[in-house]
């Protein structure tokens, strides 16, 4: 392995600038409008650099980019090591994108407000390392430090019942974390080596398991079912964040307790963790215990698509709602993640099937990034009209009094349905295109997904917008000229990638095949 | 590539574009939306007559006339993912009826939704539904189809929904998104399954296509858990799709519903153009549907042809028993649409794909005309929509009367009226289908339901003497519509009135294509059918002679005055004596007609069942996520609370000390230690940190042993 590493520290400059913009954000704290603007300044500049990488990547090229090693703690052989390929460049571009949604539906925030935009950008500082780093022991040190920020966000600046969520949310995500260390403490002391890209060919040439049931050298066991105890260990931790059924329950309360800010990091950019997870350590590393675990996997997929949009039909709060839509949307991605793991062997057809779904998981990881972030953009907007109230029987009528925020809102309420036209429908045709023919029983099952999806939107429709114009919001304000010009490049993206697709595929597409074909000889 | 063939997508491109500009406009621009919405389709029927005329010069150069033009879309893998569109004689007919009925539609409605505040955005979503719907004609993908088939259910459910202050319109709109999502979704699947057995979407792609015959044979070829062979499940499944949308039965409970949204948008959408979009897709994937391995080289109807014709005939006969007990002068026509669109289906079926889009066709312009004239009748009497109320119009209204009963000829199949060549050929095929006969005879009782219906509805509406109640009827509308009530006072005074040209001048041209269009497609000259199915075409009116023809049409016929006899027998021999009156078929059998008034209580049942069991669910999957799953959440939470205080209790002076002197280089600005010192941050960092050090602490251990 002789990587070619960049120039330039583009990906360490990346991940530096927003912790240098939450020093300044919180030196400029007494000044509520500086420190506003200053994060404002430092995210739309690190959307700048993620333009700059995006406009600069080869999307034909194998294996990473912009890749930086530097020798870090030698006695432990761990190297500093960063890079991107198309699925980082995509969380990357997705994180860049988010967090100025998050920073523009915090602007009315007016306490401590230094500190809160400091710890925002910390967040993305996190989310930026965990989305680029190829070493697990920084990695992990990313995954684990993003915690820290989004638990005082959600806590000090959430809802009433926001201490008991932040603590649910930090000790579920915490016991997943620990399962994973252990796992790959295990690994380590086995194989001397932490490097994602080794393990993963390790694990191709099946030396990775027989290595560690040698070392553990646990007699009580089969190896078959120590490899199953290390993989659960690591599922464990990702299963949490993203999260897959029944690890979910922490889930709505946080989001619903969180303040929107957060709630759209927390959805459009840290659920992608787990997702990342999945695609980056799990899949190329435990492949092989993935398919032991298969019909048990894809039924709790199943379950997370389809019972996640059922619990989220008998919400009455509309974050909680958006919260088990969350979980839905994802659980596609989760689908399609299994789904690529069934059949080794390179036939041909099989393999281009696996393709799609790969495609489809990272356009709908994007998607439902953008849309989701978008709609909790729109509830904050809500809330801060209607002095706090957001439940799904407190309005009615509404769209009379404010035209262009039904408008927009009904546009992303769409985009989230997966309405071909806008962003969400093409990663859901190509999951489901990919996971059909590997799978025919989960996809015609998750499609029950879909319709339940539809109901409950189009209940929000019929409820908060629609019906006699409930006079207590008569004179609800309409969308501010700002919040007009702040929205337009989220929704037009909407658009851009609904009609043009490409836009995305054609940066991530060669990632998906290197993956997929990984897979096929493992 | 002749030019027209390569800018086909202008067609669709231009109304949506139109909607998009009319979306940014501001709500006065009434006058620009309006004419940006008509502008953009007069110019796309321009377009659409150049095709035709294109087709036909290819046809009559003896020239394929199936041309298509795919273009890359996106990249997956090693492959591209192609869409495209076709111009052939399916999609010119459908290109023209579309374009010329949509363009009479639009200019109506400048006229009925005068007084509408809400005006430029009526014209915005129009509009947006002409592209989705042109998108459908021309789609060479069933990708491009699908997409365009779901932007025409969002037109649908905007517009129903279109007076959203009236609860019981955003719920009809609901109702048919949901309800024609249902037959979507068996369609999203049946076309992830014909990709994956085909390799693409295209349906032709010089010999590549899926539905071209190689695609085909490999479908037939492959098993299927379920005992059928691919290209008979795929059919199926696409089939559902079709269900949906043209309300055929179980899934036609929609439609009468939608009769909530804006007369025009009944007569374009859910008449004339969107709901047949299904029967459309089964014409345009006839290929695929009629596949089948021929038995001993005898020719027989596939499977999943059958089954279209039994769900046509059964939503044929059915939905016209409902239509006679009806009482709403839409939802007359709303069963009867469900009703003829069962024909099609059935046509499609036992005929083939031109006796069914004959129908289609026919269809559109009698049945809009209908609409219309019932949008000029409830438009001329304050909004009323209860035939009870109405009575004596066709002396008020002379022209919309006219109008109206030349649809009501043609939609009963009197003969010679356009309904009369199309229906019939459809029970004629019917007739001699090699399957059964029950479908015939299920046509046959249809078309007896069909002339005793409308006649119920045109004596109750037009003859007799005037029941409209003095009183300023009920606001049904709501505030948006109120200035048009108060308008129709105005001039009016609570007399019924002509509606003024913008709206009579389309009536006038519609009924005379009502008229007339059959004879485009008769027996002795059967022009659209060898249009469609390129076929040699003479003129031989010794072909009324031949193969039943010329009984199965006096069987209709008298089919059709004898079911206009009773109608009158019923009503029209004595007037109605007023609006309390009961109907006189419902004084003969009260039980029937209740049960056929509650249109067969299927909306209770699905009540009762579906949609309590779905509720239920949710219910369930909430109380689980409540109380099991959260519950495990919080043992795990305890759990870890437990190590945590033992943890606490062997190092906290390490762990505590550690931590607080990271705080204090943090905090210089002395909000962060503040912050510390108010809660119990502390302890909760600390697992945080804990959880690291550990890490630290056990990688050190193990390197340097």
Avoid at chain 2, 23 to 28: D, F, H
Avoid at chain 2, 114 to 131: I, Q
Wanted: aromatic share 12%; net charge neutral; hydrophobic share 55%.
């Amino acid at each position: 392995m002789s990587p070619a590493t960049s120039p330039f520290p583009w990906i360490t400059t990346l991940t530096a600038l927003p912790l240098a913009g939450a020093l300044l954000s919180l030196a400029l704290g007494r000044n509520k409008a500086m420190a506003r603007w200053t994060a404002l300044a430092f995210s739309l500049l690190s959307l700048a650099l993620t333009l700059i990488l995006w406009h600069n990547f080869n999307s034909a090229a194998d294996g990473f980019q912009f890749q930086e090693i530097h020798t870090w703690i030698p006695s432990l052989n761990v190297d500093y090591r960063v890079g991107i390929d198309g699925l980082g460049l995509l969380m990357l571009l997705l994180t860049a994108v988010v967090v100025p949604i998050s920073i523009f539906a915090s602007w009315h925030i007016e306490q401590k407000v230094g500190l809160y935009f400091s710890l925002v950008l910390s967040l993305q500082a996190c989310l930026v390392g965990t989305f680029t780093a190829l070493n697990f022991f920084h990695w992990f040190i990313f995954w684990e430090l993003g915690l820290i920020p989004a638990f005082f966000l959600v806590k000090l600046w959430g809802g009433p019942g926001s201490a008991k969520a932040a603590m649910q949310f930090l000790v579920y995500t915490m016991v997943g974390s620990v399962a994973m260390l252990l796992s790959f403490l295990a690994i380590f002391l086995s194989t001397g080596t932490f490097d994602l890209t080794e393990l993963a060919t390790m694990a191709q040439n099946g030396t990775l398991m027989p290595a560690v049931v040698t070392r553990l050298n646990w007699h009580l066991l089969t190896p078959d079912h120590v490899a199953m105890i290390i993989f659960c260990g690591a599922l464990l931790g990702f299963a949490v964040k993203v999260p897959l059924f029944p690890f979910h329950t922490w889930l709505p309360s946080t989001y619903s307790e969180a303040p929107s800010g957060v709630t759209i990091l927390l959805t459009g950019a840290m659920s992608k963790m787990g997702l990342y997870g999945f695609l980056r350590i799990l899949l190329p590393i435990f492949s092989a215990e993935m398919r032991s675990a298969l019909t048990l996997l894809l039924w709790l997929a199943v379950a997370t698509i389809v019972l996640s949009a059922y619990t989220a039909m008998a919400q009455k709060d509309l974050k909680r709602i958006f919260a088990y839509s969350s979980i839905n949307h994802l659980g596609y991605c989760l689908l399609a993640i299994f789904a690529v793991v069934r059949f080794t062997g390179g036939d041909p057809l099989l393999t281009s099937q696996k393709f799609a779904a790969l495609d489809g998981a990272f356009l709908q990881m994007f998607n439902h990034g953008l849309t989701a972030a978008t709609l909790f953009w729109f509830v904050a907007m809500l809330e801060r009209r209607s002095g706090g109230l957001r439940g799904l029987n407190d309005f009615g009528g509404i769209r009379k009094a404010v035209p262009v925020f039904t408008g927009l809102m009904g546009i992303t309420l769409f985009s989230s349905l997966g309405l071909p036209g806008l962003n969400g429908f093409v990663g859901e045709f190509l999951i489901f295109k990919g996971v059909f023919p590997l799978t025919m029983w989960a996809a015609s099952l998750s499609i029950i997904g879909l319709l339940i999806t539809a109901l409950f939107i189009l209940s929000i429709l019929q409820r908060v917008f629609s019906g006699p114009l409930n006079e207590r919001w008569a004179h609800l304000p309409d969308l501010t000229l700002g919040e007009r010009l702040a929205l337009l490049p989220t929704i037009g993206l909407m658009f851009v990638l609904g009609l043009y697709p490409q836009l995305i595929l054609g940066v991530v597409n060669h990632t998906a095949i290197q993956m997929a074909l990984h897979l096929r000889t493992f | 590539m002749n030019w027209i063939v390569q800018n086909l997508w202008l067609i669709p491109a231009l109304p949506l574009l139109a909607s998009g500009i009319i979306a940014l406009t501001p709500r006065k621009g009434r006058a620009r939306g309006a004419a940006l919405a008509i502008g953009s389709m007069g110019i796309s029927f321009l377009l659409s007559v150049w095709a035709f005329a294109h087709v036909l010069a290819l046809r009559s150069s003896g020239e394929l006339t199936t041309q298509v033009f795919n273009f890359h879309w996106f990249q997956f893998g090693n492959e591209w993912l192609s869409l495209g569109w076709v111009l052939n004689p399916l999609t010119a007919v459908m290109l023209v009826m579309v374009t010329f009925v949509g363009l009479l539609i639009f200019i109506f409605s400048v006229g009925y939704m005068a007084h509408d505040e809400n005006f430029t955005r009526f014209f915005c979503f129009l509009a947006l539904f002409a592209g989705g719907m042109l998108g459908v004609v021309i789609s060479n993908s069933l990708l491009l189809l699908f997409m365009s088939w779901e932007i025409v259910g969002l037109t649908s459910y905007l517009l129903i929904s279109f007076w959203y202050h009236k609860p019981s319109a955003a719920a009809a709109g609901k109702k048919a998104f949901i309800t024609t999502r249902i037959g979507d979704l068996p369609f999203f699947l049946g076309m992830v399954w014909l990709y994956s057995q085909t390799g693409t979407l295209l349906f032709y792609n010089n010999g590549a296509g899926c539905l071209e015959p190689t695609a085909i044979t490999h479908m037939l070829s492959q098993a299927t858990p379920l005992g059928v062979c691919a290209a008979t499940a795929i059919a199926l499944l696409i089939f559902c799709g079709a269900v949906g949308k043209s309300g055929q039965v179980p899934l036609h409970v929609w439609l009468p519903d939608a009769m909530e949204g804006p007369t025009p948008v009944s007569a374009l959408i859910h008449a004339a153009t969107m709901v047949a979009a299904g029967v459309f897709l089964v014409a345009r994937v006839y290929p695929l549907m009629s596949a089948q391995h021929s038995i001993n080289g005898m020719l027989t109807t596939s499977a999943a042809l059958q089954v279209v014709t039994w769900v046509g005939a059964i939503t044929a006969f059915f939905a016209a028993t409902i239509a006679v007990a009806q009482w709403d002068i839409k939802r007359i026509l709303a069963y009867s649409t469900v009703s003829q669109l069962g024909y099609m289906m059935m046509g499609l079926g036992v005929g083939g794909v031109a006796v069914g889009i004959f129908h289609l066709i026919t269809h559109a312009f009698f049945k809009s005309l209908l609409f219309l004239g019932a949008g000029s009748v409830i438009h001329g009497c304050s909004d009323e929509q209860d035939i009870r109320r109405m009575g004596g119009l066709a002396k008020y209204m002379p022209v919309t009367f006219a109008a109206y009963a030349v649809g009501m000829l043609a939609l009963c199949g009197f003969p010679l009226f356009s309904g009369f060549w199309s229906k019939d050929e459809i029970l004629h095929a019917a007739s001699t289908w090699n399957v059964s006969h029950v479908p015939y005879f299920l046509g046959a009782a249809g078309a007896l339901l069909t002339a005793f219906y409308m006649s119920r509805q045109v004596i109750y509406v037009f003859f007799g003497t005037l029941r409209l109640a003095p009183a300023a009827p009920q606001d049904t509308h709501g505030a948006s519509h109120a200035p048009a009530q108060a308008d129709a006072h105005h001039h009016g005074s609570g007399a019924p009135h002509e509606s003024p040209a913008v709206m009579t001048v389309p009536l006038v041209l519609l009924s005379i294509f009502a008229g007339l269009l059959g004879f485009a497609g008769t027996a002795a000259w059967p022009w659209f059918q060898s249009f469609l199915e390129n076929a040699p075409l003479k003129l031989d009116f010794g072909a009324f002679t031949h193969g039943g023809i010329l009984p199965v049409m006096l069987t209709s016929s008298v089919i059709v005055l004898f079911g206009l006899g009773l109608g009158w027998w019923f009503y029209g021999r004595r007037p109605i004596e007023g609006a309390e009156a009961p109907d006189n078929l419902g004084r003969l059998a009260p039980a029937a007609f209740n049960f056929l008034g509650h249109a067969a209580f299927v909306d209770a049942l699905y009540g009762a069942t579906f949609i309590r069991f779905n509720t239920l669910l949710s219910k369930i999957s909430d109380w689980f996520d409540r109380w099991i799953w959260n519950g495990a959440v919080k043992t795990v939470t305890q759990t870890v609370f437990g190590f945590a205080h033992l943890d606490n209790f062997i190092d906290t002076h390490v762990v505590n000390s550690g931590f607080d002197e990271g705080c204090e280089g943090l905090s210089s600005g002395g909000r962060l230690l503040a912050l510390l010192q108010a809660g119990r941050i502390q302890g909760y960092l600390k697992i945080i940190a804990g959880a690291l050090v550990v890490f630290t602490v056990l990688l050190l251990w193990k390197a340097s042993i």
